[in-house]
């Protein structure tokens, strides 16, 4: 396998690779072929990732299962789940995108993710992780119904593994016999030790034919002794429990078969070549090296997660020189939580920090290394990072859960069940609202104004600033029962942050420019282009900072004194913020024309989020022009 030191920064030579129009023709290579095409394919997702940015490590990881498992199954009529995506891009470069790889996650490119309106290969969109079992079962059991000669192939890692959602389906595969191949990419050792010599042997022997073909002989002939199947099946269970993790496994029903080494062409083709054929439920454990091939990715996997795409020399020619500057870098909204956070619990030792496998995505950090006996980390357990909140918030403690916005909706049930109908003290630090950027549908934050308005007792509050968002997070803190804090991806404006802990009132909007006839009532994100707007209008501006209580006064004062109010939020129009305004208006008996903006009811694509905003209307330009087509015609009446 050839290594590398640095990026491409030129598209490399990929002969073989580049006869490779589907992965068909990879089922009629030698090994020593498959070996080359992963060389090169290596190669080429390097280039590509430095042209494009994207996820990095997790890929390059997977080169050499990705080759193998497009040789040993009949793609796209056997089905290939990848969980996350992460790990995609060599599944994508293999299946027709090698040359649109470097668009993949820019506006109007490749998605980021596995996405079945692109690609035939791609049998399942995902996003979020460990949904794969269960969609790949569900796709095997609908090929039992429909008598076809399909085969299911589900790869996950093992971070996604330790969601409860992969062993629900681990649990029900099992029960029903499914014909399901559930390949565990292990790239952490969070499941085995290091494979050794004699593991390595013995899951050779277990996907060789002559073993193969006397297991299944076996449980014939002992099918007619009473109780001797089941004896042969303990002793072979407990025979490879004792040289890997295979007794879990094998309870649940499946047949365990690993640890092998994910980065052998030979031995992962001949392990998914005779399971391929197997019926029920098969598991093959992979061991695999994230960032394999590439030297600083091994070294340091988790910082080469993602990459940003490189500069080229001609590009760094074209830059415009650099000018002093005294101001200040501006602060990321996940950076002054990280701040506030450390701050807090310094204030108060009952304040316990959690995360759902978000430690430097929320900037958690610092408060794991200052605070290491209050901080969890859950791994990919949105639902028990919640309820785990809940039961802190029982004993008098002050649990914050630092989580994306989209990560939450996974947590939903659990918010309302086991933190709001008991009222519980539980503080929520939503990251990544609104329009994310290039991740796209499944990780824009478009929707937690809607489902968290609609909760009784929640307190839900939206920053327009960086100096807003601590203030926020001290009131959030501070307030007796559920309350969230949502702010979004990147830096802030720019405004000072105080470096006290003082709460800003809960219910209390913010004039910021008086005008007249039309009142502009922006939600967190938005005050910046209502600023731009009001000024261009002369209109009223006012930063109404909470979404849930709304500021009652402000509100009706508003429509006593304006012809037109118009809402702004960075979330979807429905159920949202606006219609939280439209709904005190009603209640209070109170005729106003009033305008909501928002996002639109269709899901989001990817691309920069200044990008996504003008799409959507949501920038300064989109939102003067929707006001005035407002008021034209309502002169026109």
Not at 78 to 90: E, M, N, S
Not at 104 to 107: K, L, N, P, Q, W
Not at 507 to 517: C, F, I, N, S, T
């Given at each position: 396998m050839?290594?590398f030191?640095t990026?491409?920064t030129?598209?490399?030579a990929t002969?073989l690779?580049?006869?490779l129009?589907?992965?068909?023709?990879?089922?009629?290579?030698?090994?020593?072929?498959?070996?080359?095409?992963?060389?090169?394919?290596?190669?080429y997702?390097?280039y590509?990732?430095?042209?494009s940015g994207?996820?990095?490590g997790?890929?390059?990881?997977v080169v050499e299962?990705?080759?193998?498992?497009?040789h040993a199954?009949r793609?796209p009529h056997?089905?290939?789940?990848?969980?996350?995506?992460?790990?995609?891009?060599?599944h994508?470069?293999?299946?027709?995108?090698?040359?649109?790889?470097t668009s993949?996650?820019?506006?109007g490119?490749?998605a980021?993710?596995?996405?079945?309106?692109?690609?035939?290969?791609?049998?399942?969109?995902?996003?979020?992780?460990?949904?794969?079992i269960?969609?790949?079962?569900?796709?095997?059991?609908?090929?039992?119904t429909?008598k076809?000669?399909?085969r299911v192939?589900?790869?996950?890692?093992?971070?996604?593994l330790?969601a409860?959602m992969?062993?629900e389906a681990l649990?029900?595969?099992?029960?029903?016999?499914?014909n399901?191949?559930?390949v565990?990419n292990d790239?952490?050792?969070?499941?085995?030790e290091?494979?050794?010599?004699?593991?390595?042997?013995?899951?050779?022997?277990?996907?060789?034919k002559?073993y193969?073909?006397?297991r299944?002989?076996?449980?014939?002939v002992?099918s007619?002794l009473?109780?001797?199947?089941?004896?042969?099946?303990?002793?072979e269970e407990?025979v490879?429990g004792?040289v890997?993790?295979?007794?879990?496994?094998?309870?649940?029903g499946f047949?365990?078969?690993?640890?092998?080494?994910g980065h052998?062409?030979?031995a992962?083709?001949?392990?998914?070549?005779?399971?391929?054929e197997?019926?029920?439920?098969?598991?093959?454990?992979?061991?695999?090296?994230?960032g394999?091939?590439f030297?600083p990715?091994?070294?340091?996997?988790?910082?080469y997660?993602?990459?940003?795409?490189l500069?080229?020399?001609?590009a760094a020619?074209?830059?415009?020189?650099a000018?002093?500057?005294?101001a200040?870098?501006?602060?990321?909204?996940?950076?002054v939580?990280?701040?506030?956070i450390c701050?807090?619990?310094?204030?108060?030792?009952?304040l316990?920090?959690?995360?759902?496998a978000m430690r430097e995505g929320?900037?958690?950090?610092?408060f794991s290394?200052e605070y290491?006996?209050?901080?969890?980390?859950?791994a990919?357990?949105?639902?028990?990072?919640v309820?785990?909140?809940?039961?802190m918030a029982?004993e008098?403690?002050?649990?914050?859960?630092?989580?994306?916005s989209?990560?939450?909706?996974?947590g939903?049930?659990?918010?309302?069940?086991?933190?709001?109908?008991?009222?519980l003290d539980?503080?929520?630090?939503?990251d990544?609202?609104?329009?994310?950027?290039?991740?796209?549908?499944t990780?824009?934050?478009?929707?937690?104004?809607?489902y968290?308005?609609?909760?009784?007792?929640?307190?839900v509050?939206?920053?327009?600033?960086e100096?807003?968002?601590?203030?926020?997070?001290?009131?959030a803190?501070h307030h007796?029962g559920?309350?969230a804090?949502?702010?979004?991806?990147?830096?802030?404006?720019?405004?000072?942050i105080?470096?006290?802990?003082?709460?800003?009132p809960i219910?209390?909007?913010?004039?910021?420019?008086?005008?007249?006839?039309v009142?502009?009532?922006a939600?967190?994100?938005l005050?910046?282009p209502?600023?731009?707007?009001a000024e261009?209008?002369?209109?009223?501006?006012i930063n109404?900072?909470?979404v849930?209580?709304?500021?009652?006064?402000?509100v009706l004062?508003a429509a006593?004194?304006?012809d037109?109010l118009?809402t702004l939020?960075?979330n979807?129009?429905?159920?949202?913020?606006?219609?939280g305004?439209?709904e005190l208006?009603?209640?209070?008996?109170?005729a106003?024309?009033?305008?909501?903006?928002?996002?639109?009811?269709?899901f989001?694509?990817?691309g920069k989020?200044?990008?996504?905003?003008?799409d959507?209307g949501?920038d300064a330009?989109?939102?003067e022009?929707?006001?005035?087509?407002?008021?034209?015609?309502?002169?026109?009446?």
């Open positions: 050839k290594l030191d990026i491409p030129e598209r490399p002969p690779l580049d006869t129009d589907t992965p068909a023709a990879l089922r009629a290579m030698s090994a020593e072929q498959l070996k080359r095409v992963a060389d090169e394919l290596r190669a997702l390097l590509s990732v430095g042209v994207g996820h990095f997790a890929g390059l990881g299962l990705t080759v193998a498992l497009h199954f793609t056997d089905r290939l789940v990848w969980d996350v995506g992460h790990q995609a891009y060599p994508k470069i293999l299946t027709g995108r090698r040359e649109a790889m993949i996650r820019r506006y490119g490749l980021a993710f596995p996405r079945r309106a692109e690609s035939e290969y791609d049998t399942f969109g995902v996003g979020h992780s460990s949904t794969s269960s969609a790949a079962l569900g796709m095997a059991l609908a090929a039992r429909q076809q000669e399909r192939c589900a790869v996950i890692g093992d971070g996604a330790t409860g992969a062993f649990a029900h595969a099992g029960h029903v016999n499914a399901l191949l559930v565990l790239n952490e050792m969070s499941i085995s290091n494979v050794g010599g004699v593991a390595s042997y013995l899951a050779r022997i277990l996907v060789s002559p193969l073909s006397m299944e002989n076996g449980k014939r002992l007619h009473p109780g001797a199947l089941e004896l042969a099946r303990r002793t407990h490879k004792m890997s993790p295979a007794t879990l496994f094998e309870e649940m047949n365990y078969v690993g640890p092998i080494d052998d062409i030979d992962l083709t001949d392990a998914l070549t005779s399971m391929r197997l019926d029920g439920p098969q598991f093959l454990h992979v061991k695999t090296c994230k394999r091939g030297l990715a091994e070294s340091d996997p988790i910082g997660h993602a990459i940003t795409k500069e080229t020399p001609e020619k074209a830059k415009p020189p000018t002093a500057s005294n200040p870098p501006k602060k990321k909204y996940c950076s939580f990280g701040d506030w701050d807090m619990a310094a204030a108060d030792e009952r316990i920090g959690i995360t759902p929320s900037d958690l950090i610092r290394k290491p006996e209050r901080y969890y980390d859950v990919i357990a949105e639902q028990h990072s309820t785990l909140a809940a039961g029982c008098a403690m002050k649990p914050v859960v630092a989580i994306y989209t990560f939450l909706q996974r939903y049930d659990q918010l309302i069940h086991d933190v709001a109908v008991q009222e539980v503080t929520f630090a939503i990544r609202a609104g329009l994310v950027g290039e991740d796209g549908p990780h824009h934050g478009a929707l937690d104004l809607t968290l308005r609609c909760v009784p007792g929640m307190v509050l939206a920053p327009a600033d100096a807003e968002c601590r203030a926020m997070l001290s009131a803190y007796p559920p309350a804090v949502r702010y979004p991806r990147g830096t802030g404006p720019g405004v000072p105080p470096a006290d802990l003082e709460p800003l219910g209390v909007a913010e004039p910021r420019r008086q005008g007249k006839g009142a502009l009532l939600f967190g994100s005050n910046d209502a600023g731009v707007v261009r209008l002369d209109a009223t501006h109404m900072r909470s849930k209580p709304l500021d009652r006064d402000a004062e006593r004194n304006h037109l118009v939020e960075e979807v129009v429905a159920g949202g913020a606006g219609s305004v439209n208006l009603l209640a209070e008996g109170v106003v024309p009033v305008l909501n903006l928002g996002l639109p009811d269709v989001a694509e990817h989020p200044a990008e996504l905003l003008r959507c949501l330009d989109g939102i022009a929707a006001i005035r087509r407002r008021l034209d015609k309502h002169r026109k009446r």
